[in-house]
């Protein structure tokens, strides 16, 4: 399926979203953010998608902002209300609430929103030749797209502020050592590596999977008596859904389950 400059392929499982955009670096514009948005909406409420995987075509993975686009609503006099930036709020949201297992697979550069759409994902996968960069303040502005709230549950807090303040370009390897990337492998490997993983995903138990997600979202803001209320309540959901109780069988039949995803 190809939506202007985002493909989407979906095989056992796993839905696979690429940014096809190259000579532009796959930045993203309004209408795509739009785009990406609404397919979020209807994959999330779709069973059928057991692991979302995003990647992008060429030599980044995401720009982050279309500068050109940007450029021409502050010529306008438009740049407090052309609505990029509510636009891009109303993706990352989806993105990091979607109820199964997420992958950044970073075939290059990652800039600005770019790094966002990364770490509002669950894994980050970096091919070898990837760079991860802030760039908000490169152009004078403080993170938006969630990247404030994201960073400081993934590294420490000077590795945070680093990452930041000086707007360095960071390799895979450096962005792994730092805790930004899960793991890195060769370039020429990504995409086989991404794809074994996210069948591993895809075979699990998606009803825990999405619950576990959800607790671990909410962890941070939460006393331990109000976890453990939200964690009794998912387990009874866990053992309701088809899954558990086909774990439950397998264990009594003395076999491996054979997850449905519901």
Known sequence: ????????????????????????RNSLARPHLDFLTETLQADS?????????????????CAGADVDEWAQAEANGEL???????KAHAFVKQL????????????????????????????????????????YTG???SPDMGG???????????VVKRFIFLNERWSAHDAQA??????????AHLTQHVAA??????????????????????????TLEEQLERELSAGVACGHSEDGQEALRASVEGRAPRFAGR
């Not at 779709?46 to 030599?59: A, N």
């Not at 407090?80 to 509510?86: F, N, P, V």
């Not at 730092?178 to 370039?187: C, F, H, K, N």
Request: glycine fraction near 10%; charged fraction near 20%; hydrophobic fraction near 45%.
């Open 45 to 61: 409420a779709d069973p059928s998608i057991r692991c979302l995987v995003i990647t992008g075509t060429g030599q980044a993975f």
């Open 197 to 222: 993983f996210a069948e591993r995903l895809a075979i699990g138990p998606s009803v825990a999977f999405g619950h576990t997600k959800a607790l671990l979202a909410r962890s941070l803001a939460a």
């Open 96 to 135: 990091a609430s979607f109820p199964r297992p997420t992958i950044a697979a970073l075939n290059g550069s990652a800039v600005g929103a770019g790094t966002d759409i990364a770490f509002a994902c669950d894994f980050r996968i970096a091919s070898s030749v990837a760079s991860l960069r802030c760039g």
């Open 178 to 187: 730092a805790g930004l990337v899960s793991e890195v492998v060769d370039e």
């Open 80 to 86: 407090d209300t052309y609505g990029w930036t509510d």
């Open 148 to 158: 404030s709230w994201f960073l400081p549950r993934i590294a420490r807090p000077d």
């Open 1 to 24: 399926m190809i939506n202007g400059d985002i493909r989407i392929e979906q095989r056992d499982g796993i839905r696979t979203i690429r940014l096809d955009r190259p000579s532009r």
């Open 139 to 141: 152009m004078g502005y």
